[in-house]
């Protein structure tokens, strides 16, 4: 029959991107504001979002051997504690006081923008970044604040096997 015949088809399917066609020029205008429209709502949240930096690093954790030698021999004497060495090493990287180091070496209890990126979340406005801590007092809390920003958001994972540790923030 006539739905059977592969010219009917043909002309089917160029009728119906002809339909398409004709129904995008005729709401060309609409197509073009809504294509503009979403450009521009892109581009304002790419400037309006305040960026979130990660940082990953990958550090290798040697033990040093005793030096005690066994009596008799000049070999060293094999070293039993070496999970407990290593777990030692993992809670080190995850202290308050490498975190206090790490927030008074880079300055971060001055930085306002540090402070301010977890309060509401990562995509925080400017309008809510804390100001600069004046009293003893204020400095104190930002200290603690980035202390405690530094200590939560750290991640310390080791890799099964081996001497490596992953460390990100």
């Not at 450009?39 to 930096?53: D, E, K, S």
Request: hydrophobic share 40%; net charge positive.
């Amino acid at each position: 029959g006539i739905l059977e015949d592969p010219a009917f088809e043909r002309e089917d399917s160029s009728l119906s991107l002809r339909h398409y066609w004709g129904l995008a020029l005729k709401y060309r205008w609409l197509l073009l504001c809504a294509l503009i429209l979403g450009l521009a709502a892109g581009v304002m949240a790419t400037l309006f979002t305040t960026p979130v930096y990660k940082a990953s690093a990958t550090v290798q954790i040697d033990e040093e051997p005793a030096k005690v030698v066994v009596v008799g021999t000049q070999q060293p004497a094999p070293s039993s504690g070496s999970e407990k060495f290593y777990l030692t090493q993992y809670e080190l990287l995850k202290s308050r006081a490498l975190a206090e180091r790490v927030v008074s070496n880079e300055g971060l209890a001055r930085n306002t923008r540090f402070l301010g990126q977890w309060d509401n979340g990562p995509r925080e406005g400017p309008s809510t970044v804390p100001s600069v801590p004046k009293s003893g007092a204020e400095q104190g809390a930002a200290a603690s604040k980035a202390v405690g920003l530094v200590s939560g958001h750290l991640r310390i994972e080791p890799v099964r096997l081996s001497r490596i540790v992953k460390v990100s923030y």
